[in-house]
């Protein structure tokens, strides 16, 4: 990456600045991945930095403004992630800080142009990701059962309304809050697992659909 860099100048001459900054692009990939990887074992092995999965995260948003960048003047873009990478809180896990998720970077780098938009489901089960040695990504896919949505949740709410069996669009920037302002909706499902965060802060909006189902085509 440092020679690249360095070497832009000659690199350009060769082939010019749009395929020099695409190739820059993809370097870059590589390096957060290799990170990554090596940032995801030391999590899994209890020797996890604070934040160190953020590395993942501000590469996606960085990615999202190089397009920007070079889109015609005022163009939006849609983009498709799980709700952990798109929402603009910090993302905890174990009680300790592990991600500034791509979403809380985009909206520093876009601030109200940014919007979020979660999709969750108020199903009693959930296709789930388990590590998996022997399988060729390091985890397999299997159904996992869930409990009851939790007071406080986005789908105990949903639940509480009666809307868990339709497909709904649900406003969260004017959510009610307690005596002290904090919003009464403070966890989401992730899988199987459930985020603890503000959630009025972490999305604009939520989907809710009454089923979910494991895309078979996916074979691991």
Same mark, same amino acid.
């Given at each position: ?13 060769? @082939? ?22 090596? =940032? ?10 604070t934040a160190d999965l953020s590395v993942r995260e501000i590469y996606m948003a960085e990615s999202v403004r190089w397009h920007l960048e070079r889109a015609e003047p005022g163009a939006r873009i849609v983009l498709a992630a799980?709700? #952990? ?12 800080? $592990? ?13 109200? /142009?940014?919007? $979020? ?29 869930? +409990?009851?949505? +939790?007071?406080? #949740? *986005? ?15 649900? /406003? ?19 899988? @199987? #697992? @459930?985020? @603890? ?7 604009? =909006? *939520? ?14």
């Amino acid at each position: 990456m440092l020679r690249l860099r360095a070497a832009e100048p000659l690199y350009v001459s060769h @082939s010019g600045q749009s395929r020099f900054d695409i190739a820059r692009r993809r370097v870059e990939a590589a390096c957060h991945t290799d990170y990554m990887f090596q =940032a995801m074992h030391a999590l899994l092995s209890g020797r996890g930095l604070t934040a160190d999965l953020s590395v993942r995260e501000i590469y996606m948003a960085e990615s999202v403004r190089w397009h920007l960048e070079r889109a015609e003047p005022g163009a939006r873009i849609v983009l498709a992630a799980h709700n #952990s990478h798109i929402h603009k809180t910090e993302m905890k896990l174990g009680g300790g800080l $592990t991600a500034l998720p791509m979403g809380r970077h985009l909206q520093r780098m876009l601030g109200q /142009d940014y919007r $979020t938009v979660a999709l969750v489901h108020t199903a009693d089960h959930v296709p789930e990701m388990y590590p998996d040695q022997s399988a060729a990504v390091g985890f397999t896919l299997a159904e996992a059962r869930l +409990e009851p949505a +939790e007071p406080g #949740s *986005v789908e105990g709410a949903l639940t509480d309304a009666g809307l868990a069996d339709r497909i709904t669009l649900t /406003d969260l920037r004017h959510t009610p809050r307690d005596a002290q302002g904090a919003p009464l909706l403070h966890s989401i499902r992730s899988q @199987s #697992s @459930s985020l @603890s965060t503000r959630v009025p802060e972490a999305f604009d =909006a *939520v989907i809710a659909v009454p089923t979910v189902t494991r895309d078979r085509t996916v074979r691991f």
